[in-house]
């Protein structure tokens, strides 16, 4: 199984209003896998059907081998939603306490991921009393407990200054060199080119697929923004004709 | 169902209640200084003895609905819910851990009011204290239940306050604590039979009255115990893994 994720033609209406349409790709395992696009393009809902929460029209999403959902799955996947998903009146080590429990994860694993986030002097701190960049570590911090295959990071860097959005990189291809998938969306072009291979979506489809020097060659651009732009612009054009 | 998982989530549910001692402090005193309060409006010893034991069933019912239907509703709008329900915790064992920690804190509700009610207030029962705790428990997990299968019906922490009259008011009016239900015009009277909390109440003063444990005291909290597990498994019904 050389695939971590398998997409194929997924549809999903939220709102009488298809916000995925006819959408396929695979992601590879071990790799770091950019799911760039602007916001409201369908990227959360996507990343939801990923990991099975989210309720689709069409389509099959296999994940690890096994349907998107599937209860064999939990303990193998580690997510992070948009928003941070962590009890604001808990402190850091309270909380991932919680979570480890529910995951059967190791206790050691509570200390682990709290010097990976880098919050090692907040451990004590009631998340509530948190900065927003330290509140969406805390909550990345519970997708990493346990030994999870495949990470689904929903805009993990939000908010953060450039030196934690580098440690954080770095952790993330560290994660993939040891054979991890993290599949991490992102609206912000600069963290592309940090991906191994990049889904760009717009508008619920997806745009390109291919590793940033592919898809810069492809279009003719110097950096992924323009490219980007290209891409929309092409995608008009062929609608229009 | 996982017994570990179940403790961990009762012991988180604590935990947030331990870093917020003010709701503790009121969920803990205040039934009993509104009981001091009846006490003194009613001025009278005998008088205040035919109401209180409803009253101590009516607290922790309306309590535990308003403060767990209003964590229920937080859990799913931070989506800490979602990302429950992407691991492998079954939606049983988030409702009994629920209900173990709210149960606890209901018991200590009803300890100290009981307490305040029977050594100061100059209540007297008949009946066991034991039995009188029990169906305050009993109520305190229906309210707990009731509210959880509540949450899912509203999208703000306004609205599901809002609930609170209107799934715990009609009960309260109808459950026999104004009124005799026997006196009621039979629509109502037919009304207050379907609803738990006056098979509650109806416990509460035959504990009050007499010491006689009977068929007809062990029906009223098998209906009640009854009530709160299918409104539980109603609420587990409302949690689902996926959402649109």
Known sequence: ?241 | MNPAIVLATARRILAQLRHDPRTVVLMVILPSLLLVLLRFVFNSERAFSEAAPALLGVFPFAIMFIVTSVTTLRERLTATLERLMTMPIGKLDLLIGYAIAFGLVAVAQVAVAAAFALGWLGLTISGSVWVLLLIALLDALLGMALGLFASAFARTEFQAVQFMPAFVMPQVLLCGLFMPRGQMADVLHWLSNVLPLSYAVDALTQVTRSNVVDGTLVRNLVIVAACALVALLLGAATLRRRTP
């Open chain 1, 1 to 241: 199984m050389t695939h971590a994720v398998v997409v194929e033609e997924l549809l999903v209406n939220r709102g009488g209003r298809a916000v995925v349409r006819d959408l396929g790709f695979t992601v590879p395992r071990g790799t770091v896998t950019g799911l760039i696009g602007p916001s409201g393009c369908g990227k959360t809902t996507l990343m939801r059907s990923v990991v099975g929460v989210q309720v689709v029209a069409g389509g099959v999403v296999t994940v690890l081998g096994l349907p998107a959902g599937s209860a064999a799955l939990r303990n193998r996947i580690g997510y992070s939603t948009q928003s941070p998903s962590v009890y604001a009146d808990l402190t850091v080590t309270e909380s991932l306490r919680y979570f480890a429990a529910v995951l059967r994860a190791p206790k050691s694993d509570v200390s682990r991921v709290i010097d990976e986030v880098g919050l090692g002097r907040h451990a004590g701190k009631v998340i509530g009393r948190l900065s927003g960049g330290e509140l969406s570590r805390a909550s990345l911090a519970v997708a990493l407990l346990g030994s999870p295959e495949l990470l689904v990071l929903d805009e993990p860097t939000v908010g953060l200054d450039p030196v934690l959005r580098e440690e954080l990189w770095t952790l993330f291809h560290g994660l993939a060199e040891r054979g991890v998938t993290l599949l991490v969306s992102s609206h912000v072009m600069d963290e592309a080119a940090r991906c191994h291979r990049l889904l760009l979506m717009r508008e619920g489809q997806l745009l390109a697929d291919g590793t940033p020097d592919e898809l810069r060659r492809r279009t003719e651009s110097t950096d992924l923004e323009q490219a980007f732009l290209r891409l929309v612009r092409e995608r008009e054009e062929a609608v229009r004709s």
